[in-house]
Structures are given as structure tokens and as C-alpha cells.
């Protein structure tokens, strides 16, 4: 079941500069940063209500948020939602003709299960899910 906005994602250019900007627009500081290597990003947190921002800075040249930046320019990345069951969600998206972008569920930022859909099957859209990581879930790569 899909249960909440979890975050938007939004590629910037200079991490730095953002995070500035978007502390004085939303009147707050970040929760949180974090580095995802397998992504090729950097990450900073914002709180707001029940759902957060994500703001992405690419990290390597291959980085999705990179290629992003440089084909399109900044802006809006994806949309994540939280979903009660990350595995059932896929196989259910699978079975609608959704192409998913990663068999198995990956780690994310912010102590999550993710996987994304293509933006091509979604209206241009990248879509990603995201699931709390539990204990029974810390055997996934
Ligand atoms: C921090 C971890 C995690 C979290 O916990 O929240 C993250 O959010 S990580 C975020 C970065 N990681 C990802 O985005 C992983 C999933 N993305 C991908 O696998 C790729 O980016 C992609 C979507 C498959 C595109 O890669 P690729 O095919 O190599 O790039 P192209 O530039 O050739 O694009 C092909 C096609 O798709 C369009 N596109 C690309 N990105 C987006 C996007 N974010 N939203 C909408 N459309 C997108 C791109 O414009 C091309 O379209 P055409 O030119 O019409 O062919
Ligand atoms: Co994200």
C-alpha cells in the first residue's frame, strides 16, 4: 500500500547554494545530511509536516543527478512515496507493465528501502518507493 508523500527530490547544481536558499524559504534548518556513493550523491533533509525535501547534488559524472542537471537543468527529480511492503509493490507495479529500474530493493538515503520506476512508464515521471529499513531487512546489498 502506497501511505505517504515521503519526499521530493530535487537535483541542484551546487548543494551548497541550495541548502542555503531552501533554509531561509522554508524557514528551517536540514535534519539531516548524507552521502549515498551507490547513487553518486550528496543529500540534504528537510522536514516539512509528514513529508520531507530532498535536495541532490551528483557526486561523480556518471551520477543520475549529473546527467540529470546537465540534459534538463535543475529542478524537480522525482517523487518517492512510502509504501508498507517495498516487495509486494514492485511485484504488483511489475505485473501492471511497470518497468522498475532495480530488481531488488536498494539502500537509499535517510535509512530506507528504495526502488524506482522508469520515468518513461510513469508519465515522465521518476517515481521512487521508499520502506523504513528494519532489522530483518539488513541482509539487502
Ligand atoms: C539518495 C538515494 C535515493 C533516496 O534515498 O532518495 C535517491 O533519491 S537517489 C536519486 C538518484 N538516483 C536515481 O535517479 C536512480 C534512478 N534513475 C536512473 O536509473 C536513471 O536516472 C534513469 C531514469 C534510468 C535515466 O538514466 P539514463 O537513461 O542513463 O539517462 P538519460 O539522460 O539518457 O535519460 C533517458 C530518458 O529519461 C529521461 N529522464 C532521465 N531522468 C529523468 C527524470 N528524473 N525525470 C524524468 N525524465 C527523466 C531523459 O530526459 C531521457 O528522455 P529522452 O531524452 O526523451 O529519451
Ligand atoms: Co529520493
Known amino acids: 500500500?502506497?501511505?505517504?508523500?515521503?519526499?521530493?527530490?530535487?537535483?541542484?547544481?551546487?548543494?551548497?547554494?541550495?541548502t542555503t536558499l531552501y533554509t531561509t524559504l522554508l524557514g528551517m534548518e536540514p535534519y539531516k545530511r548524507e552521502t549515498v556513493e551507490?547513487?553518486?550523491?550528496?543529500?540534504?533533509?528537510?522536514?516539512v509536516g509528514g513529508s520531507k525535501i530532498e535536495l541532490l547534488g551528483g557526486t561523480t559524472p556518471e551520477s543520475a543527478i549529473t546527467k540529470f542537471v546537465a540534459k534538463k537543468g535543475e529542478g524537480i527529480h522525482h517523487v518517492a512515496f512510502e509504501v508498507s511492503d517495498i516487495r509486494a509493490e514492485m511485484q504488483r507495479l511489475r505485473e501492471a507493465g511497470f518497468t522498475l529500474l532495480n530488481e531488488q530493493p536498494k539502500r537509499g538515503a535517510d535509512n530506507k528501502l528504495v526502488c524506482f520506476v522508469h520515468p518513461k512508464s510513469a508519465h515522465g515521471v521518476l517515481v521512487e518507493l521508499c520502506q523504513e529499513i528494519t532489522s530483518s531487512d539488513l541482509e539487502v546489498d
Open 1 to 18: 500500500m502506497f501511505t505517504n508523500l515521503e519526499h521530493l527530490g530535487l537535483a541542484v547544481n551546487d548543494l551548497e547554494a541550495a
Open 38 to 47: 551507490s547513487e553518486g550523491v550528496d543529500t540534504v533533509f528537510f522536514k
